[in-house]
């Protein structure tokens, strides 16, 4: 019987996840998550790659993880470290036959698997099943080299020829833990402070909470206790409120759920009460998020741009900490540093702002974001940032008019006055007035449109 080692990433859940899926027993089983500690150090200027909110997500998912895998007979090592030496050493040291690890989008976790590889030979079975996504690449209905380079297409092809595969219930039992192996994770306040003590600002009027159960949760909140996936269409553009949008990303990005898991559980919602534009249309972007997967996959390292990244100046900075003179923008990046999270509309904008207004690099944007998401996904991030930018695989570029979004989507300036209360007095729609002392800080270029960074 095989000795199985599960090295876990964004995968940290039980249910429809292949790592912990046996068609016949195993001997043992050993599963980890290695914290790179590289994330922890500061990335350009900018802090550590993984600011507090995420940290502290990722923490209480692995908490919940290993409360569940003992349940059901196993456990958990976490350790904090290089991932390839540490899950490189506990191969060699538990006698591992078999080293199971999901296919990553991002370039990074590609190259660490292959190094894995490469030092452990061919003594040591490697197993890369997909997970996660709604569709593995067996199901895609053409060949990922042939990606289509706009999402549209990508959908059609897919509604038209390719069948969701469904998601698995979680395993009841799993072979036992080798009996010589470390077991358990460090208290997060030894790691990093600052994750340990984070709360998100009550003012996002939703808090996140990490661990598969507590995704599943917000799942059945969403479909069956509130119907609120009966107005998704409409309300999705939203800047404010708890059940405007699914809030599911934090945990789809972590692996707490997979997409299949929250397709599945949509068409049983459907089958209830009848499919509609709005329920349909979480699916549809569910497709945006494997688009995006299979697109960075094409992508390798060409996804985070060519060259190295640049300074970081004041006018970056000043976006980065709300503090542009524009309000919209100010406020998106205000929610975004003391809540972890942003609509889909404000991530836009911001981005939209950043690339177009302020001629900044789209790549410095993308850094801050995945250092501040608590959602952050590097196919979502990276990929939405470049779509944003023109730079990718669709080359229009989207900007955004940023007065015109504000009107539209804060016209009472409610959005403004809850993040930058100094405003609030202030008559309505004044709010989304440039004041002209900012603004001639950070001129938008005279003909309109600054070129994006194409590195
Ligand atoms: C500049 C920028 C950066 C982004 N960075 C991330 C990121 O790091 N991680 C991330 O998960 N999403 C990212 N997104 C996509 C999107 O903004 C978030 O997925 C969404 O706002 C999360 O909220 P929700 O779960 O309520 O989404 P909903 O609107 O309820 O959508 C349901 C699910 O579909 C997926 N989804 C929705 N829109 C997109 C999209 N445009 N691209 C990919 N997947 C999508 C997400 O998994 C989401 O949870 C980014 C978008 C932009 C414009």
Redesign the pocket.
């Known amino acids: 019987m095989r000795r199985v080692l599960a090295w876990l990433r964004g995968d940290l859940r039980l249910a429809d996840n292949p790592l912990v899926r046996f068609a016949s027993p195993a001997e043992s089983l050993l599963c980890v998550y290695v914290l790179d500690d590289a994330w922890l150090e500061d990335c350009a200027g900018l802090g550590p790659r993984i600011g507090a909110a995420r940290l502290r997500f990722l923490w209480e998912s692995l908490i919940a993880l290993r409360g569940e895998l003992l349940g059901r007979g196993s456990d958990l090592l976490v350790l904090v470290g290089d991932p390839v030496a540490e899950v490189a050493a506990l191969v060699e040291r538990h006698a591992i036959d078999q080293l199971r690890v999901r296919r990553d989008a991002g370039w990074e976790e590609g190259r660490a698997v292959a190094r894995l590889a490469e030092r452990l030979g061919s003594g040591v079975e490697l197993w890369q099943p997909d997970s996660g996504t709604l569709l593995d690449e067996d199901d895609l209905p053409l060949p990922l080299a042939s990606l289509p380079p706009s999402f549209s297409a990508f959908r059609r092809r897919v509604t038209r020829d390719a069948t969701l595969p469904a998601s698995w219930p979680a395993p009841v039992t799993l072979p036992p833990w080798p009996e010589d192996a470390p077991r358990g994770l460090p208290a997060l306040h030894r790691i990093s402070p600052a994750a340990a003590d984070w709360t998100a600002d009550a003012r996002g009027d939703f808090c996140f909470a990490g661990g598969e159960a507590a995704g599943l949760a917000r799942l059945d909140h969403y479909l069956w206790q509130s119907g609120a996936v009966a107005s ?1 269409k409409q309300t ?1 553009n939203a800047l404010m409120g708890s059940d405007f ?6 945990w ?2 972590h692996g707490c759920l997979s ?1 299949r898991q ?1 397709h599945d559980a949509v068409r049983a919602w459907q089958a209830t009460h009848g499919a509609s534009d709005s329920s349909e249309w ?1 699916i549809v ?2 497709l ?2 494997d ?2 997967h299979w697109a960075a996959r094409q992508e390798g390292a060409a996804l985070y741009g060519r060259q190295r990244l640049p300074p970081v100046d004041d006018a970056f900075l000043h976006w980065c900490r709300g503090r542009t003179g524009v309000p919209l923008i100010d406020s998106a990046m205000r929610e975004l540093f003391a809540t972890g ?4 509309r404000a ?2 904008n ?2 939209s702002f950043l690339i177009f207004e302020l001629g900044g690099d789209w790549r410095l ?2 850094a801050w ?2 250092r501040c ?1 608590v ?4 196919a ?2 990276w ?3 470049r ?2 930018a023109g730079v990718g695989r669709d080359r229009r570029g989207h900007r955004f008019d940023i007065p015109w979004q504000a009107r539209r989507y804060d016209p009472e300036g409610d959005y403004v006055a809850r993040w930058q209360p100094s405003l609030a007095s202030q008559p309505v729609a004044q709010p989304h007035r440039l004041r002209c002392a900012d603004v001639q800080r950070f001129p938008p270029s005279p003909g309109g449109k600054v070129p994006p960074v194409d590195p």
Not at 341 to 344: D, G, H, K
């Open positions: 998704y999705r949008s699914t809030r599911l990303a934090p789809l990005a997409a929250v979480v972007e569910l945006w998020r688009y995006f999270w942003l609509s889909n991530r836009q911001a981005a944007g993308a974001f995945e998401l959602d952050y996904d590097a979502s991030n990929g939405n940032w779509y944003v």
